[in-house]
């Protein structure tokens, strides 16, 4: 079993930044796709940033220029850069993470980390 573990959330002011972490474990033999999703208090989960599976980035239009996604292979970690951050910014974060290990395919979800933006 593949498991996520997000980290790097908290409380910041408008304007400021924060840096997730996700570090995966697991017998993973290799990842295809991992992306950053968040989910507001009431609102459904939507794709924040992601690693396809064809090699391209996507980012969601209210974060472009503003958040960097980045992973390191070696370790397993995946990273979220967040920058000039806004109140509406402010959910639950979860990274996901699709690939082979041991055994199996996987398709993992973290257990999330709350970014909260003051005003």
């Known amino acids: 079993q593949v498991q996520l573990v997000e980290s790097g959330g908290g409380l910041v002011q408008s304007g400021g930044s924060l840096r997730l972490s996700c570090a995966a474990s697991g017998s993973i033999l290799s990842i295809y796709a991992m992306g950053w999703y968040r989910q507001a208090s009431g609102k459904q989960r939507e794709l924040v940033a992601a690693h396809t599976s064809a090699g391209s980035t996507n980012y969601a239009d209210s974060v472009k220029g503003r958040f960097t996604i980045s992973r390191d292979n070696a370790k397993n970690m995946f990273y979220l850069q967040m920058n000039s951050l806004k109140p509406e910014d402010t959910a639950v974060y979860y990274c996901?993470?699709?690939?082979?290990?041991?055994?199996?395919?996987?398709?993992?979800w973290g257990q999330g980390t709350q970014v909260t933006v003051s005003s």
């Open positions: 996901h993470a699709e690939g082979r290990r041991v055994g199996s395919l996987f398709n993992s």
